[in-house]
């Protein structure tokens, strides 16, 4: 099984980051907190010291255009949050 693994960026996660050493990936909806832990510990060598999951829904979209109300949603997704250990860091920008 090939499982993805994508960092998320945000403000909110950048806080997360600073306060707890905690970072958020986005991951394949099939992948477990044990494939999860391995992969990120394999990819920037550090020690994993936990991993909380959760499922984010897909929200509902609509828009009025010329041709009429168009509908869609976006897809949902499993996002990760990796604590790793004290005094260790992960660089997203270092491959660029």
């Known amino acids: 099984m090939d499982i993805t693994i994508k960092p998320i960026v945000t403000e909110k996660a950048t806080k997360l980051t600073d306060k707890l050493n905690r970072y958020t990936f986005r991951v394949s909806p099939d992948a477990n907190k044990y494939q999860i832990k391995t992969l990120v ?56």
């Open 41 to 96: 510990e394999q990819l920037y060598g550090v020690k994993v010291v936990s991993v909380n999951t959760a499922v984010v829904r897909g929200k509902n979209k609509s828009r009025w255009t010329k041709s009429g109300l168009l509908r869609g949603k976006t897809a949902a997704y499993k996002k990760a949050y990796v604590t790793v250990g004290e005094g260790e860091t992960i660089d997203f920008y270092s491959n660029l």
